[in-house]
Every structure is written in C-alpha cells, then in structure tokens.
C-alpha cells in the first residue's frame, strides 16, 4: 500500500516550471493562453530540431526518400510562411495589453519565447531549403526586410540573449545565402554593425560567434563594391578588437577568420587594410595567438574546436604573408 501511494505521489509531480494551478480559477481565458503559448513553444521547437537535424541529410547529396517527404510536407503545407508569421508575436497591442494586468504579465516572457523558437526555425529552415523553395529572391529579400524591421524599428537593440541568438542565427543564415547569390539586401553595414556591437557585449559565446559572422559576410560583400573602404574600416577595427581582446578563443578565431574573408581581395580591401594597419596589428597579434592556443587550450575547448583553430593559426601565417605582398 505504501508503494502504491509512492507511485502515485511520484506520477502526480509537476515540472517546475508548470505554473497553471496557481492561475484564478474564475479566469479561463488565462488558463487557455498559457495552455495555447506552451503548446505552440513546443511545436516550434520540435520544428526547429527536426530541420537541423535534416541540414545534413539535405546538404550530402544523399536525399533519401524519408527526408524528401519532409522536405515537401514544409511545403505543402506552407510551414515557411507560418512561421515567418509566427516571428511577428507578440504584437505591441498584446504586450501592452498583459503588462497592465497584473495576472497576464506572465505571459510575456510566453510570448516572447514563442518568438525566438519561430526566428531558429527560420534559421533552420534556411539551412535546408534551397532559394527557389523558399520562394526565390523576392521571398529572400522580404525575410531580409523583415528580420531588418525586427531588430532595427528601435532606437536600441533588444538585449534579450535568447531573442539575440535567434535572430542572429537568422540573420547570419540569411546573409550568407543571400551573399552566395549576389542578392541585395536591405540591412546597411551601419545597422549590422549595432546588432554586432550588442551581440558581441553577450555572455554566450554562440551569439558572438554569430556576430563575427555577420561581420565577415558583410565585409566580403562590401569588398567587391565601390566606395566601400570607410565600411569596411568599421568592420575591420571592430573584428581586430574582438580578435585581441576576447577572452575566449572560438571567438578571437572567429574574428580571424571574419577579417581574412573581409581582406581576402579588392581595391577597397586593401585600401581599408592599410587605413587601419592591418598588417601590423596582425604581425602583433600573432604570436600571442599562439601561445594562448599552445597553452590555455588544452582541456578547454572539444577537438573539434581545436582543430579549427589549428587551421586559424595556420591561415594567419598565410594571410600575413598575403599583406605583406601588397606593401
């Protein structure tokens, strides 16, 4: 008998996090929006996963017939689109609305969260589908136009690290394919810039990462234009900071490898290179690279994570030797 109450007791435990008995009874609209914001949490991040874990299956060239099945029901059933929706919640009207009430501000944070599990299956799904998928260029350049009035319709960057992570991956997935393609976009190097500066202030490396990244596809492109080489040098200055003073190594590496993307070629390029002093900032930089990669990394960071910096250490030596060409 005592194991049975046992079992029962252990069956009848709430997650921490499940706050619906302590909701007012009389209030059952409350009820059904929590109920409704933590279905549709669920739903996105079930979403999300199983687009990353397609990226793979869809990128090998091995399209087996499973992961095409998914790849037609995203379609068939306009999940893109829904999700892009999904990415607008919570409206300024619905914010206001539960902040003034003592009992629904609660559901912000829902709200919010519902937000960012919709901006990484927009990064997901990006991952997997091919432009003409998506849409085409027109669909790339209104998600563009979207994700701009998103982040920038504000005179400050949201600083909110989850909401930061999911639109940068966002904005990073979206900006390489569109780089890819030589397709414009809306977002000036000036606005990616502030999205970069507030990611980069964030304690989760993933965020400064996807910033940096942001960073070497916008400098890539601004190289093979005219006139660029002011652009250029706000980028560049920004990424040799990173690169000298981040005290994680995946991010000074990031950085690296941003600025040799950046600095890979062009008459602005090397212009903006030699503005900043690059060169010898880079010569500098160098063996103290090394040194910390040779003796703070082991035990730190995964192999795979070291051999990537491995691979940065010796693409610096090289791009060096590029500039020093140049002089």
């Not at 629904?104 to 901006?119: E, F, T, Y």
């Not at 040098?233 to 990424?239: D, E, F, Y």
Request: include cysteine.
């Amino acid at each position: 008998m005592r194991n049975k109450n046992k079992n029962k007791n252990k069956n009848t435990v709430k997650r921490d996090d499940d706050f619906s008995d302590l909701l007012p009874t009389e209030k059952e609209e409350l009820r059904e929006a929590n109920a409704l914001l933590e279905a549709q949490q669920t739903s996105w991040k079930s979403l999300s996963t199983c687009a990353a874990q397609m990226t793979p299956l869809m990128t090998s060239g091995r399209r087996c017939p499973a992961v095409m099945r998914v790849h037609s029901a995203l379609l068939n059933h306009n999940i893109p689109d829904k999700v892009l929706k999904k990415t607008e919640f919570p409206s300024s009207a619905a914010m206001e609305v539960c902040s003034k009430s003592p009992a629904w501000k609660g559901l912000i944070k829902k709200m919010q969260r519902v937000q960012c599990r919709a901006l990484t299956c927009v990064h997901s799904i990006l991952s997997v589908m091919d432009t003409e998928s998506l849409g085409g260029i027109p669909t790339l350049q209104a998600l563009a136009e979207h994700l701009s009035n998103l982040v920038f319709s504000k005179p400050e960057i949201p600083k909110q690290e989850e909401f930061l992570e999911a639109v940068t991956s966002a904005v990073r997935s979206l900006l390489q394919i569109m780089a890819s393609k030589k397709i414009p976009q809306c977002m000036s190097p000036e606005q990616l810039m502030r999205l970069s500066e507030a990611a980069t202030r964030c304690e989760a490396v993933s965020i400064r990462v996807n910033a940096l990244a942001i960073l070497g596809i916008t400098g890539s492109t601004l190289a093979r234009e005219q006139g660029t080489a002011h652009s250029l040098q706000m980028i560049g200055t920004a990424l040799l900071q990173i690169a000298s003073k981040d005290h994680n190594m995946v991010v000074c590496g990031e950085a690296l490898d941003a600025l040799f993307d950046v600095f890979a070629d062009g008459k602005e390029a090397e212009q903006a290179a030699k503005n900043i002093n690059l060169l010898p900032s880079l010569k500098a930089l160098q063996p103290v690279f090394k040194a910390k990669l040779r003796k703070e990394c082991k035990g730190k960071y995964s192999p795979d994570q070291l051999c990537v910096l491995d691979n940065i250490k010796i693409n610096l030596r090289r791009f060096i030797g590029y500039l020093e060409t140049l002089e």
